[in-house]
């Protein structure tokens, strides 16, 4: 494909926001947020701007309260504090002609009592999910939660729309709701981890329910336009039993059904890392991405895996308006030139992925692009 037809390229246009292309920056923990307040450094500012050439960044994951942790030296974005060096990042990213969502994230029974001051995580019900959680003695096994009671439920929306205003008052252009495997709301959407019998368990419109609180929580601070969510209706391995089941797929297309009435910035959709054909949800494996264009009449977000053929491809099919990279991004600062000029991508050393400082952090550099 030569450069001058490459969809990957185009501008486009996000509600009132110009992307100058169509290639977004998928969410990636680094932990370098190496202190006790947990607030942003000034290395993730350059890191940031270093990647401003995306169309969209979507930060990492962020907390959005102190029950959400489940993860070493990650941000949060629930103190003055943290909000204050956001704000050096936003600066950083605009400054260098960027745009930049904050993702809020709540990992629930992902989390250790190593990360929460001896207490024990928070789930929608008191059911281990086997997972792995890194802690500051590395990566320990997850434990049997505590069930939130509907206060506490309620408590967890209001401390999204806080962490929705601080995003607003550190300068972010918008939010991204993390909804993906291993997180709170998919929690909350498995038959396996939520057995609860109130408002937000059994019915597939109960164990969704807590999503659509969140946004409509979000969006009385944030434009709809600047609100989305990312999904990953698919993940198999990686986080214990929140597995895809026999109600996934009704699941989420009463979601993206409903979500269409929300008119948020987009949907971002991970797909399948691994063979459907064995699973509840071998029917998703052929044209994975237009299943849920056809349940969601809004923009779809696509990832995983993409390269810049396959990219482009989906745009031109119409499956996705936009494509996020994340491991791409982490050698590759200037992806979008490379992708331009059909330059090599270098690859990223996982040994530094969340850790090393500035080593394997800022130290990619750019290509060299011909005259
Ligand atoms: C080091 C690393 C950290 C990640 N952290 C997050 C995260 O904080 N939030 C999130 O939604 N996804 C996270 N992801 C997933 C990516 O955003 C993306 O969905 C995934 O890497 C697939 O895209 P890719 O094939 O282009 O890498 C992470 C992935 C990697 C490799």
Known sequence: MNNIVQPLLEEYQLGDLTLKNRIVMASLTRARATNSGLVPTAIMAE???????????????????????????????????????????????HASGGLIFSQLGHIGAGAHPDLQNGEIPVAPSAINIESQSFTPEGFKSTITPRELTVDEIKETVQDYKTAA????????????????????????????SNIRTDAYGGSIENRSRIIFEILDAVTEVWDSERVAIKFSPVMLNSVGIVKPDVETIALFKYILNKLSLYNLAFVHVVGPSED???????????????????????RILANLGFSKDSANAILEEGDAVLVSFGEPFIANPDLAERFRYNLPLSLSDRETFYSGGENGYITYPKATYPD
């Open 47 to 93: 890191y940031y701007a270093q990647r401003a050439t995306a169309g969209l960044i979507l930060s990492e994951g962020t907390w959005v309260n102190p029950q959400s942790i489940g993860f070493i030296n990650v941000p949060g974005i629930y103190t003055q504090e943290q909000v204050e060096g956001w704000k050096t990042v936003t600066k950083a990213v």
């Open 165 to 192: 205003q601080n995003a607003k008052d550190a300068g972010f252009d918008g939010v991204e709701i993390h909804a993906i495997a291993g997180m709170l709301i998919p929690q909350f959407l498995s038959i396996a």
């Open 276 to 298: 459907l054909s064995d699973t509840p949800v071998r029917e998703l494996q052929e044209n994975y991405f237009s299943h849920f264009r056809k349940n969601y009449s809004g």
